[in-house]
């Protein structure tokens, strides 16, 4: 994946990984460069999720490489790999606990003693900008589905990762949250220069904000590049739907027959 950064941010070499009765990964490589915003597209099952938690060692994989700034995931400490990677999983738990302090965790990888003014001058800084500031101090458990993810988004940003993780980030939210929240991932890459993985079913939602595209299938990465690999042949081919490619507005528009 290249967006015209030289930076390399994530390579993942001949990845595989086993569940006891199933293969779910095979022989997976890319590499992510700065700024690179990639949708990892697929039918449920086919391995998405278990790629995310591969990558952030939440699953350890069995073969192949993985490296973050060059350095190999394997044998980097949890607190070192917390501060080049961060992951909003699908279904976040907080505890009884204020936005500030939710997002505060976010700092936990870099804390030797106790929290300084530096991290909590962040951690307001990050609630500022993702337009938390109206209840840094509610408890978390008393937001929105919309307002949860944005906390999510904020706590892993304050580990100022090079490359965030977000499993179908918009999946339990409504219109108005998705393309809210989409944005918020785009511009929080583009200003900061990071990389973002991210896995979704809606493709017509990843083509708005994505600009690099991974297809898999069967555990393999069937396609992957910008636009061009978004064909109605792909598609079918991933999806086992036929489909109609238009285009609004120089955007591509993907409708099943």
């Given amino acids: 994946m290249h967006n015209g950064n030289s930076v390399k941010k994530l390579e993942v070499e001949n990845l595989s990984f086993d569940f006891p009765t199933k293969a779910v990964l095979k022989e997976v490589s890319f590499t992510l460069h700065g700024g690179d915003c990639v949708a990892v597209l697929g039918t449920n099952g086919v391995g998405k999720s278990t790629l995310l938690k591969c990558l952030n060692r939440v699953l350890h994989h069995k073969e192949g490489r993985v490296a973050v700034d060059g350095e190999c995931v394997k044998t980097m400490t949890r607190n070192s790999l917390a501060q080049k990677i961060g992951y909003v999983a699908q279904r976040n738990e907080f505890s009884h606990t204020t936005v500030f302090d939710a997002v505060l965790l976010g700092r936990k990888p870099y804390i030797k003693w106790d929290i300084t003014q530096e991290d909590i001058h962040l951690v307001q800084g990050i609630i500022e900008k993702m337009s938390l500031s109206s209840f840094a101090m509610r408890n978390v458990n008393q937001l929105?589905?919309?307002?949860?993810?944005?906390?999510?988004?904020?706590?892993?940003?304050?580990?100022?990762?090079?490359?965030?993780?977000?499993?179908?980030?918009?999946?339990?939210?409504?219109?108005?949250?998705?393309?809210?929240?989409?944005?918020?991932?785009?511009?929080?890459?583009?200003?900061?220069?990071?990389?973002?993985?991210?896995?979704?079913?809606?493709?017509?939602?990843?083509?708005?904000?994505?600009?690099?595209?991974?297809?898999?299938?069967?555990?393999?990465?069937?396609?992957?590049?910008?636009?061009?690999?978004?064909?109605?042949?792909?598609?079918?081919?991933v999806y086992q739907v036929e489909v109609d490619i238009h285009y609004h507005k120089g955007t591509p528009v993907v409708i099943p027959q």
């Fill in 144 to 237: 929105s589905g919309g307002e949860m993810q944005k906390v999510a988004i904020a706590r892993a940003l304050a580990q100022q990762p090079t490359i965030l993780l977000f499993d179908e980030p918009t999946s339990n939210l409504d219109l108005k949250n998705q393309l809210e929240v989409i944005k918020l991932i785009k511009s929080v890459v583009t200003e900061s220069n990071l990389s973002a993985l991210v896995t979704m079913h809606d493709l017509n939602l990843a083509i708005r904000f994505a600009d690099q595209f991974i297809f898999m299938r069967e555990g393999r990465i069937f396609a992957a590049g910008g636009r061009d690999i978004l064909t109605e042949e792909n598609i079918r081919k």
